[in-house]
């Protein structure tokens, strides 16, 4: 079949959450079928890897978007029901070549990885469609306005809004929709009930991130690992740091904490003030710093999707002491596997009793990493996209290859 696959952000290299999963998607695509990818890049530094993804593509068109520029253009909206998430993510540039493209070439499936994606579709001629929402944004939109003030905060809950009418209708429009975990599925049954859902989990690379000879620290080391801009991880690192660390250095005076991960916001490195902090930035590779900890943390107040960082230090056979809220994606399985506490005092009193029994703390690793590679397996859930997409309504389809008319 020939594919016409939409995200919104060059998913190469695979080196972050949304990434990975659109990553290992086109690979799994293009394995069996005829894939061209649309795509943006945010960072021009995104840009120099166009190659790497190429060669898993049949073609590849990256559009440059400017953050900055598309918020003061996104503004004006405020005053329309239009979700700003829409305007921050168009490129009219993209939006001519994607019609060019549907214009000349006959597809059999729309695959669209973010709901953002699906303004760049003219649905009445489209083929059938496949929706990936990842996580229902519209959600989390919804609770971060717990987190910030007005006028913040009035913003917020406007986009959750916005977001989720406009979530409906994409949910409406497509052949099935696709989301990480339960929770998600629920969510979209709430705003389209007709909807046909399908759970994709995300997976990973147990070879990649494998339990490495440990490191001879001085002193026992806590990590956080992630994208340091991404709301959700900075008010993580805000709360353990203020709230869970010092409760610990009380107890283990000589105890780090290492905050792991690329464009750390102005309020992260000011948290490297602190005794113990270490605050990396963009590292080559996160495997080193896992092996420098002991125990990992996900102290998370936000709840959406499988927290990809989770999967990877029980994956390296690290322990992992998070919240309910950051589990809530987790199947059962994994999540028993999780060291869970609610409020700072019990989550301090899980880490240090860690930090103190090592034997302990490395079955909980291996117990983890046991399970992560039997629930989280990318060739297992890729196999269900594959067949989702091969039979996007559950039953047999025309083979017959769709042409769409201009708009």
Same mark, same amino acid.
């Given at each position: 079949?020939?594919?016409?696959?939409?995200?919104?952000?060059?998913?190469?290299?695979?080196?972050?959450?949304?990434?990975?999963?659109?990553?290992?998607?086109?690979?799994?695509?293009?394995?069996?079928?005829?894939?061209?990818?649309?795509?943006?890049?945010?960072?021009?530094?995104?840009?120099?890897?166009?190659?790497?993804?190429?060669?898993?593509?049949?073609?590849?068109?990256?559009?440059?978007?400017?953050?900055?520029?598309?918020?003061?253009?996104?503004?004006?909206?405020?005053?329309?029901?239009?979700?700003?998430?829409?305007?921050?993510?168009?490129?009219?540039?993209?939006?001519?070549?994607?019609?060019?493209?549907?214009?000349?070439?006959?597809?059999?499936?729309?695959?669209?990885?973010?709901?953002?994606?699906?303004?760049?579709?003219?649905?009445?001629?489209?083929?059938?469609?496949?929706?990936?929402?990842?996580?229902?944004?519209?959600?989390?939109?919804?609770?971060?306005?717990?987190?910030?003030?007005?006028?913040?905060?009035?913003?917020?809950?406007?986009?959750?809004?916005?977001?989720?009418?406009?979530?409906?209708?994409?949910?409406?429009?497509?052949?099935?929709?696709?989301?990480?975990?339960?929770?998600?599925?629920?969510?979209?049954?709430?705003?389209?009930?007709?909807?046909?859902?399908?759970?994709?989990?995300?997976?990973?690379?147990?070879?990649?991130?494998?339990?490495?000879?440990?490191?001879?620290?001085?002193?026992?080391?806590?990590?956080?690992?992630?994208?340091?801009?991404?709301?959700?991880?900075?008010?993580? #690192?805000?709360?353990?740091?203020?709230?869970?660390?010092?409760?610990?250095?009380?107890?283990?005076?000589?105890?780090?904490?290492?905050?792991?991960?690329?464009?750390?916001?102005?309020?992260? =490195?000011?948290?490297?003030?602190?005794?113990?902090?270490?605050?990396?930035?963009?590292?080559?590779?996160?495997?080193?710093?896992?092996?420098?900890?002991?125990?990992?943390?996900?102290?998370?107040?936000?709840?959406?999707?499988?927290?990809?960082?989770?999967?990877?230090?029980?994956?390296?056979?690290?322990?992992?002491? #998070?919240?309910?809220?950051?589990?809530?994606?987790?199947?059962?399985?994994?999540?028993?596997?999780?060291?869970?506490?609610?409020?700072?005092?019990?989550?301090?009193?899980?880490?240090?009793? =860690?930090?103190?029994?090592?034997? =302990?703390?490395?079955?909980?690793?291996?117990?983890?990493?046991?399970?992560?590679? #039997?629930?989280?397996?990318?060739?297992?859930?890729?196999?269900?996209?594959?067949?989702?997409?091969?039979?996007?309504?559950?039953?047999?389809?025309?083979?017959?290859?769709?042409?769409?008319?201009?708009?």
């Amino acid at each position: 079949m020939r594919v016409l696959y939409l995200c919104h952000r060059i998913p190469y290299p695979p080196d972050k959450g949304d990434k990975i999963r659109a990553f290992h998607q086109i690979r799994a695509l293009a394995s069996r079928h005829e894939v061209d990818v649309f795509t943006l890049a945010d960072d021009a530094g995104d840009l120099v890897h166009q190659a790497g993804l190429a060669s898993y593509c049949h073609s590849l068109k990256v559009a440059r978007i400017y953050p900055k520029l598309a918020r003061l253009k996104a503004l004006p909206y405020l005053l329309t029901r239009t979700a700003l998430t829409i305007p921050c993510f168009h490129s009219a540039e993209l939006k001519k070549e994607i019609r060019k493209a549907l214009l000349q070439r006959s597809y059999d499936r729309i695959f669209i990885y973010s709901s953002a994606m699906a303004q760049y579709l003219d649905w009445d001629d489209a083929p059938q469609v496949i929706t990936d929402l990842v996580d229902v944004d519209s959600d989390k939109w919804r609770q971060y306005a717990a987190f910030v003030t007005f006028p913040y905060s009035a913003i917020y809950r406007r986009e959750a809004r916005a977001l989720r009418e406009y979530e409906r209708e994409v949910c409406r429009r497509s052949s099935a929709i696709v989301v990480t975990t339960e929770r998600e599925a629920r969510l979209v049954r709430e705003i389209w009930s007709a909807s046909r859902v399908q759970v994709v989990p995300n997976g990973v690379d147990s070879d990649h991130f494998s339990p490495a000879a440990s490191i001879d620290n001085a002193s026992p080391a806590i990590a956080l690992v992630g994208d340091m801009s991404y709301f959700p991880n900075v008010e993580a #690192a805000i709360f353990f740091t203020s709230k869970v660390f010092p409760l610990i250095r009380s107890k283990l005076s000589d105890a780090r904490f290492l905050i792991v991960g690329r464009n750390p916001t102005p309020s992260v =490195l000011k948290l490297q003030r602190i005794n113990g902090v270490e605050v990396t930035g963009r590292v080559p590779d996160v495997r080193p710093w896992l092996a420098r900890a002991q125990v990992s943390v996900a102290p998370f107040s936000i709840s959406a999707g499988i927290p990809n960082k989770i999967l990877e230090a029980m994956a390296c056979g690290l322990p992992v002491v #998070a919240t309910p809220c950051g589990v809530q994606g987790l199947s059962a399985d994994v999540r028993g596997a999780v060291e869970t506490a609610e409020g700072a005092e019990k989550f301090a009193l899980r880490v240090v009793d =860690l930090l103190n029994n090592p034997a =302990l703390a490395r079955r909980k690793g291996l117990e983890g990493r046991a399970r992560v590679m #039997a629930v989280h397996n990318w060739d297992q859930s890729l196999e269900l996209l594959l067949d989702l997409l091969e039979n996007p309504k559950g039953q047999a389809l025309t083979q017959a290859s769709v042409h769409c008319s201009p708009a």
